[in-house]
């Protein structure tokens, strides 16, 4: 499976981006997928997980704020941002994997495919 993430741009503090990842390949609804950030100097972060049945895990600076989701008919999964903080700037990543156990979620060394990332910056 391929993914390419897209949907990053410039925003004001308090506006609202969603971020798409496309899969290619057939086993997409098979995978776990991921978002992960990763700002200027700082190590990647997990952001939110959605596993093959639909339940979603978020980071705690994001619960509330941000929704993941997937449309396993289309090959995609969505990021809702809302209530962009100057915080949330970073280059954003879509990670999947077939073989993700729940504990693992959170670790990017667990994701097998990674799409190119797409950058997100809120201006305060």
């Known amino acids: 499976v391929q993914l390419q993430a897209s949907g990053g741009g410039l925003v004001q503090a308090g506006g609202s981006l969603r971020l798409s990842c496309a899969a290619s390949?057939?086993?997409?609804?098979?995978?776990?997928v991921g978002w992960f950030r990763q700002a200027p100097e700082k190590e990647r972060e997990f952001v939110a997980a959605?596993?093959?049945?639909?339940?979603?895990y978020y980071a705690d600076p994001v619960k509330g704020r941000f929704t993941i989701s997937r449309d396993n008919a289309k090959n995609l999964v969505w990021l809702q941002m809302n209530n962009l903080r100057p915080e949330d700037t970073a280059v954003y990543y879509c990670?999947?994997?077939?073989?993700?156990?729940?504990?693992?979620?959170?670790?990017?060394?667990?994701?097998?495919?990674w799409g190119q990332g797409t950058q997100v910056t809120v201006s305060s």
């Open positions: 959605i596993s093959r049945s639909h339940s979603t």
């Open positions: 390949g057939r086993s997409f609804s098979r995978y776990v």
């Open positions: 990670a999947g994997g077939d073989t993700i156990i729940l504990s693992s979620y959170t670790s990017p060394s667990a994701y097998r495919n």
